[in-house]
């Protein structure tokens, strides 16, 4: 897991996705995130997770994606199903009476807590692994410079937490090497993951440190000195700074860009049409029940179209 949270990185690649600007990577991203919460009928959620899926082998990530998913699948699954059973009385199939559990009350287990736990399971899954692809395909600097008049300090932390995040599992990764090539073969089993993970976090302190070091002579957290006239104590400050008073030129809107942005308005757009229609139904209590027919087949054809069509146009893409 270490190894594959340490290629979680941002890299530019040759895919339209990150032809498109981070802004609108992200939002592409969010729109198939909120689809999946809003849906819980489990072919649908299979058709995005299969667009998830499709979309990062598109944009050069696939490999990466998959690894992640067949690490994360079973424990995430395992986890909501359990939790679910356990906190869940609801539904009239029980499969397993275990008696009064004093606080806890009567553990009945049903048939319909395993499916719903399986259903969230599912939609978790998907919203992480969407996560990570936008962490694949967005240049944190750019959306950095995007969010600066929103919330500077917010999006400073955002962009090195991303940039941080995989230093920090490189340095899980070689300190647990290290550990495997010591000739006594070094502590094992819990006892050398948590030697590990203290030596990790040492070191993110550590880095912490330096980086708020640097920040700080850079300047950043430093009162601005008030603005005068039309800003030529601004411009004055910025020269000092030895940084330019004009801003940042932004490129031209791209076809890329409104394909990506025409996809992220059409994923909900069809996902409240299902949920309209009842293409998209799905009850778990008090017995399963969901809609499997034409509608729900062709809702969840239109839904991996909608995610993929803005893959098909590589013009402008460089090898």
């Known amino acids: 897991m270490l190894g594959v949270s340490a290629q979680l990185a941002y890299r530019r690649r040759a895919s339209p996705l990150h032809a498109a600007r981070a802004t609108v990577a ?33 944009a050069g990530v696939g490999a ?30 029980v499969f397993a009476r275990l008696g009064d559990w004093g606080v806890l009350g009567q553990m009945n287990l049903t048939l319909e807590a395993v499916v719903y736990g399986l259903v969230f399971g599912l939609r978790l899954l998907i919203v ?24 500077p300090s917010s999006a400073l932390t955002a962009a090195l937490a991303t940039r941080l995040v995989p230093v920090l599992a490189q340095d899980a990764r070689r300190l647990a090497e290290a550990q495997r090539c010591r ?13 590990v993970l203290r030596a990790t976090v040492a070191g993110a302190l550590d880095r912490s440190l330096d980086v708020a070091a640097v920040l700080e002579m850079r300047g950043y957290g ?52 299902g949920r309209a229609s009842g293409a998209a139904r799905f009850e778990a209590f008090p017995l ?5 027919g034409t509608g729900t087949l062709l809702l969840s054809a239109a839904l991996i179209a909608a995610a993929l069509a ?10």
Not at 183 to 195: C, Q
């Open 222 to 273: 430093a009162p601005r000195p008030a603005q005068t006239g039309t800003g030529g104590a601004r411009a004055r400050w910025s020269r000092r700074r030895g940084r330019s008073a004009r801003p940042r030129a932004t490129r031209p809107f791209s076809r890329h860009d409104a394909a990506f942005a025409a996809a992220a308005l059409a994923l909900p757009v069809l996902t409240l049409l």
């Open 310 to 319: 803005p893959f098909a146009d590589r013009r402008g893409i460089e090898p």
């Open 183 to 195: 000739p006594d073969g070094g502590a094992r089993g819990v006892r050398g993951r948590l030697a």
């Open 128 to 151: 992480t692994l969407v996560c990570l692809l936008a962490v694949c395909a967005a240049d944190p600097d750019e959306l950095l410079f995007a969010l600066r008049r929103v919330s």
């Open 26 to 58: 992200g939002v592409y991203a969010a729109a198939i995130a909120l689809s999946a919460l809003l849906l819980e009928n489990p072919l649908l959620l299979g058709a995005l997770l299969a667009a998830v899926l499709l979309a990062a082998a598109a």
């Open 288 to 292: 399963v029940s969901m809609a499997a």
């Open 64 to 93: 990466q994606l998959l690894r992640a998913a067949r690490s994360m699948a079973l424990p995430m699954l395992a986890a909501t199903l359990l939790v679910n059973v356990a906190v869940n009385r609801s539904g009239l199939t």
